[in-house]
């Protein structure tokens, strides 16, 4: 069973400096910065290393997977629903839970797809205790994306292929926009690209270091 109180009720103080910590390096987003706030990381990994949920760094989940950093997060997601908040979107590669968890309180129906079915046995009961219910998940190859709920108002792509996947691209509603981290190995930049037609514009935003976008199911 997941320990909603415990930690989480006892760090406030720790959680509140976590959001401090996001506001020196530059996330503005009032709504983003409340989520994160309110989103008990603790839950999303191991006891073993829970004491260290509340600090700004990536941290391993199994299976050669990490939970992302909060201010990734924070910047990916701020990214996302910046200008307008889309109603329909789509993660590639729910990992732990956590970004989908942080989605799912500001977005109204988020589809997200994971290619390790551990990790999403897990992602689910952890999103199910928090009463999450606006989330479909697919056990699935992420570069697949899920065709059959397309085109989203945004994408977000928590790990990096080297080249933008062109499948993706093609779900992405006229106006939409995906956020991706994509590059070689250390030269991976996060990258808001919005679609306007058949035209696709590039926005980047920093440079950062992912897990590859795999291909294929584990």
Do not use: C
Request: aromatic fraction near 6%; avoid cysteine; charge should be neutral.
């Amino acid at each position: 069973m997941l320990d909603t109180q415990g930690i989480g009720m006892t760090s406030q103080r720790t959680r509140d400096r976590l959001i401090t910590r996001l506001r020196e390096n530059g996330i503005t987003d009032e709504r983003v910065l409340d989520v994160v706030r309110q989103t008990p990381r603790h839950l999303f990994m191991d006891e073993a290393i829970a004491t260290r949920a509340y600090e700004d760094t990536a941290l391993p989940i199994g299976y050669g997977q990490t939970i992302s950093q909060p201010y990734i997060v924070a910047r990916m997601t701020e990214a996302l629903v910046q200008d307008a908040m889309p109603q329909r979107v789509l993660e590639i590669g729910t990992g732990s839970g956590y970004q989908t968890a942080v989605l799912a309180r500001l977005i109204e129906q988020v589809y997200s797809v994971e290619r390790i079915g551990a990790l999403l046995s897990q992602a689910r009961q952890r999103l199910a205790t928090l009463q999450l219910t606006n989330i479909q998940f697919r056990l699935g190859d992420g570069y697949e994306g899920w065709t059959k709920h397309a085109p989203f108002d945004a994408i977000l792509v928590t790990a990096a292929p080297e080249q933008l996947p062109e499948g993706l691209l093609r779900q992405l509603a006229d106006g939409g926009k995906m956020v991706i981290p994509f590059g070689k190995n250390q030269e991976q930049r996060l990258t808001v690209i919005t679609r306007k037609g058949d035209d696709f514009i590039h926005r980047p935003l920093d440079w950062v270091s992912f897990v590859p976008l795999v291909k294929g199911m584990d």
